[in-house]
C-alpha cells in the first residue's frame, strides 16, 4: 500500500522524537531582500471560479535596524461550508528585540483575517506551527486549517508530480482568524545574525520568542479584546502547553482555547532508553491497531473491531505486561514464556523475536519487523501506509515511508503558493524541515515535561478549555501515552471537563485522511464558537 503523512522518521536527539531532520542550509544572507512589485495574482489552477480577483498588492515595511518588517497583502476568497468568505491575507515578517532594543531575529508569518469584520471583539483569532523542534507551520496550515490545501487522494495519499493546492471547504476561516507562524531557523524566519541561532533553539527560549511574536502581532493588530486560541501538533503541542505559562504569567494574557494534534507533554512516554519501560507499556494498543491493519493477528483478534481489540491490548499493558516490567529479571521462565505469548498475539510479532528482546520492542523495531516477511517498512507518523526496503535483515526502519510520501507535496506547493498567489518574494530556502540542533531541552537530568505547565494555567484559569486530537495508527505519539499524561496531570476533578480527547482513523497528521478532516474540523470548530461564547 503506498504511504500516508508527514514530517521525516525523526530519529532520536536527546530523549526521543526530534533529530534526523534535514541537513540545514547556510543561513549565509540573514534575510530575504525587500520583495520587488508584485504582478497579478493568477487565478487558482483548482476551482478558478471561486476565487475572487485578487487586488494589487499592498507592502508595508517598516526599518528596524538592519532588518525590515515586511507586510505583503493580497485579497481571496473562498467557499467554505457552502459560504462565500472574502479574506486578506498576509505574507510578512515581524523582528523580535532584546531588553536593549536590538534586534534579535525576524519571525515569518502568514495571517488571515476575513474581511468585513466590524466588531473584533467578537471575532476569534487562533495562531497556529507545527513542532519537530525545527518545523515549519506548513503542515496545518496547508493540510487542515488555511483556505488553501494541498491535492491528495481521499486516503491522504498523493497522486504524481506535479502537485497542486485546491480550495478548502475545511479551512477554520470561517469560524476564526488564523495566524501560521514559523519560529526562528524555520520556514523563512531567521536570527538577526547566524551564529546566534542558538538562543532560540531551546523549550525556553522558543517559548519566549513566539510569546513574543504573539504579543507584538497582537498589539499591532488591535487583537488584544480578541477570543484567543492556540493550536500546536507534535512538539508543537509542547510549545502550546509552554506558552500557557508563559503567556499568562510574564504577559497576563489568557487564551480561551489550546488545541493539541498529535500531542506530547511528557517525553518519559515515548523515550525508548534503558532504565525506561514505561514506553512499552504505552505503544502496545497502537502497536496492536498497526497489527490488525495489517492483518497480523490471530483470528480471534483479528474478527473484533478495532476499538475493541486496541481495549483488549490496554487491558493487556496497564496490568500483566506492567507487572512482568515491574518485576524485570525476578520473572520466572514460566512467567516471561507466558507474557511473550500475549504480546506475540497482541502485535503479530513471533514470540521468539519478543523473548530475545527481552520483552521489550521499541517503535523502530517493530516498524521494521511487522511485515519483514513482505520486504515492507510500516510508517511512524501513520502505521496503515509501507514502503519497500532495501536491507531485509535490518533490524531497525530505515526511513518513514509515511512522511516520505507527503514531504515533497507540501514542499512544492507551500514554495509556489508563497510566491505566485501571496506574492512574497524570497531568496532563501523555505525550511519545511530543518536541523535546530543540539536543542536545549532545559532538563540536565529527567525528562522534559510540560503537562505540569498545562495544568497550572487550568487551575489558574479555570475558563481555559482543551481540545486534544489523536490518531489511533499514530506511532510517534501514541493515544495511550496522552492518556497515561492526562490521567497523571494532578488536576482537580472539576477541571477535568475541560479537557476532550478526540481519536481518529488515520495517525499522526489524521487530516489527511479526508473523513478525518471532516471530523477534526467540525470538533475544532465547535470547539471554538463554544470557548469564545458564541454557542
Known amino acids: 500500500m503506498p504511504c500516508l503523512n508527514r514530517k521525516s522518521q525523526i530519529a532520536h536527539r536527546k530523549s526521543f522524537l526530534v533529530a534526523c531532520l534535514f541537513a540545514w542550509a547556510s543561513l549565509s544572507a540573514s534575510f530575504a531582500s525587500d520583495p520587488p512589485a508584485p504582478s497579478p495574482t493568477p487565478k487558482h489552477g483548482a476551482e478558478p471560479a471561486k476565487e475572487k480577483a485578487a487586488s494589487k498588492p499592498s507592502k508595508e515595511k517598516a526599518e528596524s ?241 478495532l476499538d475493541e481489540v486496541m481495549r483488549q491490548s490496554k487491558d493487556f499493558a496497564q496490568k500483566d505486561y506492567n507487572d512482568a516490567l515491574l518485576r524485570g529479571d525476578a520473572l520466572t521462565p514460566d512467567q516471561r514464556h507466558a507474557i511473550a505469548k500475549q504480546l506475540a498475539r497482541f502485535t503479530g510479532l513471533p514470540q521468539r523475536y519478543i523473548e530475545r528482546a527481552n520483552l521489550r520492542v521499541s517503535l523502530s523495531r517493530f516498524a521494521a519487523r511487522l511485515l519483514r516477511g513482505r520486504d515492507l517498512v510500516i510508517g511512524r507518523y501513520d502505521a496503515r501506509y509501507t514502503g519497500y526496503i532495501r536491507d531485509a535483515l535490518a533490524g531497525h526502519m530505515e526511513y518513514d515511508p509515511s512522511y516520505d510520501a507527503v514531504a515533497s507535496v507540501f514542499a512544492s506547493t507551500f514554495n509556489d503558493y508563497v510566491r505566485r498567489e501571496l506574492h512574497y518574494k524570497s531568496n532563501l530556502p523555505y525550511e519545511i524541515l530543518t536541523n535546530v540542533g543540539p536543542w536545549d531541552w532545559g532538563r540536565p537530568m529527567g525528562y522534559l515535561n510540560v503537562a505540569d505547565v498545562l495544568a497550572d494555567s487550568l487551575t489558574r484559569d479555570p475558563f481555559l478549555r482543551v481540545e486534544i486530537a489523536s490518531g489511533r495508527y499514530d506511532l510517534a505519539t501514541p493515544w495511550f501515552s496522552v492518556r497515561y499524561t492526562l490521567d497523571h496531570m494532578r488536576l482537580n476533578p472539576a477541571l477535568r471537563k475541560n479537557i476532550t480527547l478526540d481519536t481518529y482513523n488515520a495517525g499522526h497528521m489524521m487530516y489527511l485522511n479526508t473523513p478525518d478532516l471532516k471530523k477534526l474540523r467540525a470538533n475544532i470548530s465547535r470547539f471554538i464558537r463554544q470557548a469564545a461564547g458564541q454557542d
Open 65 to 305: 535596524g538592519n532588518l525590515s518588517e515586511i507586510a505583503i497583502k493580497t485579497h481571496h476568497s473562498v467557499e467554505i461550508m457552502g459560504e462565500r468568505i472574502d479574506y486578506t491575507a498576509t505574507a510578512g515578517r515581524i523582528v523580535l528585540h532584546d531588553a536593549q532594543d536590538k534586534p534579535t531575529a525576524a519571525i515569518f508569518y502568514i495571517a488571515y483575517t476575513r474581511d468585513a469584520i466590524k466588531d473584533l471583539t467578537k471575532r476569534p483569532i487562533t495562531f497556529a506551527f507545527n513542532g519537530g523542534p525545527g518545523s515549519s507551520s506548513v503542515w496545518l496550515h496547508l493540510g487542515l486549517l488555511g483556505p488553501r490545501r494541498v491535492h491528495l487522494k481521499e486516503d491522504g495519499t498523493p497522486y504524481p508530480p506535479p502537485y497542486r493546492l485546491v480550495d478548502n471547504q475545511y479551512s477554520l476561516l470561517d469560524v476564526s482568524d488564523l495566524v501560521f507562524i514559523d519560529p526562528v531557523s524555520t520556514g523563512f524566519s531567521r536570527a538577526a545574525k547566524p551564529d546566534e541561532a542558538k538562543q532560540f533553539h531551546g523549550v525556553e527560549g522558543d517559548i519566549r520568542s513566539v510569546a513574543d511574536f504573539i504579543r507584538l502581532y497582537t498589539t499591532r493588530n488591535l487583537r488584544w479584546d480578541s477570543p484567543k486560541f492556540i493550536i500546536g501538533e507534535s512538539y508543537g503541542t509542547t510549545r502550546a502547553a509552554g506558552l500557557s505559562g508563559e503567556l499568562h504569567n510574564h504577559l497576563l494574557m489568557n487564551v480561551n482555547g489550546i488545541i493539541l494534534v498529535s500531542t506530547v507533554l511528557n517525553f518519559e512516554t515515548l523515550s525508548f532508553a534503558p532504565g525506561n519501560d514505561l514506553p512499552y507499556i504505552l505503544y502496545l494498543p497502537t502497536y496492536t491497531a498497526a497489527a490488525w491493519y495489517h492483518h497480523k493477528l490471530p483470528p480471534d483478534l483479528q474478527d473484533l473491531s
